[in-house]
């Protein structure tokens, strides 16, 4: 079992960032496209080519970001509508999110085999995530798959800091 390690920079302007193994080693690299339409995140592996990328669809009534995967989109996570609290799925053909995605703990099984596990690490500076990946063929996807989750999670606090009340 293989193990990543993503760690986010706290006050990152240019939201770039590092996936490490275990020997500290990078293994990829993230950029998000810092106050452009759309958001956009890119993924590149150790020898600089890009092998994932994640979008936010602009112009829809309900935020929706695309996870591409080697040019082919592998899944979609979309807010539904709630009156309480956000509520979002994931589609994806033959992949599923057991677990509690929205901190950050949970599993990644397709066609109903474990292939990942994700969880948060605390106490550290910035948020840190464990990615352990059981099946490798599946390591593109399963990292795609945590920072977009993380991306829609920022989109979240964004848009509920921005809301303000007046009397």
Not at 69 to 83: D, R
Not at 106 to 126: A, D, I, N, P, R
Not at 157 to 163: E, F, I, L, P, Q
Request: charged content about 25%; aromatic content about 14%; proline content about 1%.
């Amino acid at each position: 079992m293989k193990q990543l390690y993503i760690k986010q920079k706290v006050f990152s302007f240019n939201e770039k960032f590092t996936v490490k193994d275990q020997q500290e080693k990078d293994v990829y690299f993230v950029a998000g496209s810092f106050m452009r339409i759309p958001k956009t995140f890119s993924i590149k592996d150790a020898r600089g080519e890009e092998v994932a990328h994640i979008t936010k669809k602009t112009f829809s009534f309900l935020p929706k970001f695309f996870v591409e995967v080697n040019g082919q989109e592998v899944l979609a996570i979309k807010k539904g509508i709630s009156f309480f609290k956000a509520r979002y799925s994931i589609d994806a053909a033959g992949i599923e999110v057991r677990g509690n995605w929205w901190d950050m703990r949970f599993q990644v099984y397709q066609h109903g085999e474990l292939v990942g596990e994700v969880s948060k690490e605390w106490f550290t500076w910035g948020d840190s995530y464990k990615v352990q990946v059981v099946n490798e063929e599946m390591e593109t996807t399963i990292i795609a798959l945590v920072v977009a989750i993380d991306c829609v999670k920022a989109d979240e606090k964004g848009a509920a800091s921005a809301t303000t009340f007046t009397n």
